[in-house]
């Protein structure tokens, strides 16, 4: 089969088009003819050689994929051979096929375009697993999500909105703030005007979580905006700096700080984490209270141009690639 193969740690030309070995499923595994694969920032990381796939997975990148059921090994018995699906993967997504736990497999609702599909799995077993699970945002709340416009954003503003939440996120750009404020975000900071501590202080709010992916200097302005008892959960490190951090404020509000990955995970756990997205967020994509948002499609031979539409970071929402 085909698929996109990082040829030495680089910059996005390095990302080509080869011939592999198609994968078997093994034992609880199913085999996805994938129609669509995301493009996320975990794939930029993996390409300049930042993070290796965990053991077991595929040496080519990609976390999320969208397709249909080809071939269920023994043990499976909540899929089948033409089931249209999402997958969470810890790797080999930009390919033709790929393996994958059935525990980490999900039937996508029939309102969901098969390629669109490729744009919601990661992003809502992030979000939900973060702010809800660990976060424990709760109706009535505040949200904060730093990068309101990426596609972990537009997931987590459609997601807190749909269950009760008020959204306030920092973006770059007035078209991206608009676009948040479409999708219910109420507070809208541009974070190369505004200071977002200062902005929430104007607006009389604290914010109960803080999903950040920027980190650095981040870190004590993110304590600085926190509601007592608040949790900030830490997805990534974007600015690529060390943050610093006077633990008296954090005390003082009793808040917490959670860092946090997905790909590494466990089987298991991750197969609980879809267990919750089915139960709790599927509902909302299958009313369309939550939709995925796709900025761009590109076919997979482009993965490059991709990715520096990614590292760009001009999109709105979730690039996919095309198979």
């Known amino acids: ?14 990302l080509q088009l080869a011939e592999v070995d198609e994968p078997q499923a093994g034992p609880g595994e199913v085999v996805v003819g994938v129609v669509a694969a995301g493009v996320n920032r975990a794939d930029i990381s993996q390409r300049e050689g930042h993070y290796p796939p965990p053991p077991g997975a595929p040496a080519w990148p990609g976390l999320e994929v969208s397709g249909l059921v080809l071939q269920v090994g023994d043990g499976v018995t909540t899929l089948k051979v033409g089931d249209r699906v999402a997958a969470l993967l810890s790797g080999g997504g930009y390919a033709e096929r790929v393996s994958v736990p059935a525990g980490q497999v999900i039937v996508l609702p029939p309102n969901i375009d098969l390629i669109d599909g490729a744009a919601l799995i990661e992003v809502a077993a992030t979000v939900w697993s973060n702010v809800f699970l660990l976060g424990d ?16 954003g537009t997931m987590a503003i459609q997601l807190a909105r749909a269950r009760g939440a008020r959204v306030a996120v920092t973006a770059g750009s007035a078209e991206k703030l608009s676009a948040c404020e479409a999708l ?7 974070y190369r005007t505004e200071d977002f501590v200062e902005r929430l202080k104007d607006e009389a709010v604290a914010a109960h979580v803080i999903l950040d992916s920027i980190g650095g200097s981040y870190l004590a302005r993110n304590v600085q905006a926190l509601a007592t008892d608040g949790h900030i959960v830490n997805i990534g490190n974007l600015s690529q700096e060390p943050g610093t951090l006077d633990f008296g404020p954090l ?9 946090t990955s997905l790909r590494g995970r466990s089987a298991a756990a991750k197969a609980a984490i879809v267990d919750s997205v089915r139960e709790n967020v599927w509902p909302l994509v299958a009313d369309a209270s939550v939709r995925p948002v796709v900025s761009e499609r590109f076919p997979l031979a482009r993965a490059a ?9 001009t999109h709105i929402g979730k690039i996919v690639l095309v198979v």
Do not use: C
Not at 251 to 259: N, Y
């Open 305 to 313: 141009d991709a990715h520096r539409l990614m590292e760009g970071s």
């Open 137 to 152: 945002l709760r109706a009535g709340e505040t949200l904060l999500v730093h990068g309101g416009s990426s596609g972990i």
């Open 1 to 14: 089969m085909k698929a996109v193969i990082i040829q030495t740690p680089g910059d996005a030309d390095v």
């Open 251 to 259: 005390m003082m509000k009793r808040g917490a700080i959670h860092a």
């Open 184 to 190: 219910g975000a109420s507070i809208l900071i541009n």
